[in-house]
């Protein structure tokens, strides 16, 4: 699989959407092809369509998805953070 890189560099901000890509397709890596389709339109619908929103999800498997993405965001926002320290 081929490596996805940013075209920030290391002491560049990186925006909340950079960070919400990010986590995606990092969660992408360890999915089924199925999953990950299901995931496409979660994401279509969660983050795409409508400013993201951690209060917007249908139903416990989108809720799921986007507390999971929301975390890893945060984490690679917060990483990126530490290392421009």
């Known amino acids: 699989m081929a490596q996805w890189h940013s075209n920030t560099n290391e002491n560049e901000t990186i925006s909340e959407d950079e ?6 397709v990092e969660n992408a890596k360890s999915l089924s092809p199925r999953e990950n389709l299901e995931n496409a339109v979660m994401a279509q ?5 409508i400013p993201f929103d951690q209060s917007v999800g249908n139903g416990s498997r989108d809720r799921k998805f986007i507390d999971v993405i929301a975390r890893r965001s945060e984490d690679i926002k ?5 290392r421009g320290s």
Do not use: E, S, Y
């Open 19 to 24: 960070t919400l890509v990010r986590a995606m």
């Open 45 to 49: 619908k969660n983050f795409m369509l």
């Open 78 to 82: 917060n990483n990126r953070d530490q």
